[in-house]
């Protein structure tokens, strides 16, 4: 059983800053890419940014500049800086992870957070 558990988002004014994390709980044997994706209302669920596991980071062309993408491997968390945040930000917000878990070799397995809302409005 592997966990992912988003913080808590909120409402931020234009021009505002707010961190997400996401710790990963769970029979866990190591961490591949970690994300973060979001889903407006009425929209699809997009791609924020990844962090690869060769240390490599995407970004999509929106946020690029404003937000970051960061992990603490002890504490099998990621992290989305998001900075100068505008109200087309808003949406809710989701971790994912490939993530290596069970016994012996193990397998390779990618899962979702269950999401953390992120409004910004003046």
């Known amino acids: 059983q592997v966990e992912l558990v988003e913080s808590e988002g909120g409402r931020v004014q234009p021009g505002g800053s707010m961190r997400l994390s996401c710790r990963l709980s769970?029979?866990?044997?190591?961490?591949?890419?970690m994300a973060w994706y979001r889903q407006a209302p009425g929209k699809q669920r997009d791609l924020v940014a990844a962090?690869?596991?060769?240390?490599?980071?995407n970004y999509r062309d929106a946020v690029k500049g404003r937000f970051s993408i960061s992990r603490d491997d002890a504490k099998r968390t990621v992290f989305l800086q998001m900075d100068a945040l505008k109200p087309e930000d808003t949406a809710v917000y989701y971790c994912?992870?490939?993530?290596?878990?069970?016994?012996?070799?193990?397998?390779?397995?990618?899962?979702w957070g269950l999401g953390t809302e992120v409004t910004v409005v003046s």
């Open positions: 994912n992870a490939d993530v290596l878990f069970g016994a012996k070799g193990g397998t390779w397995k990618n899962y």
């Open positions: 769970g029979n866990i044997r190591g961490v591949g890419t």
């Open positions: 962090l690869l596991d060769d240390g490599s980071r």
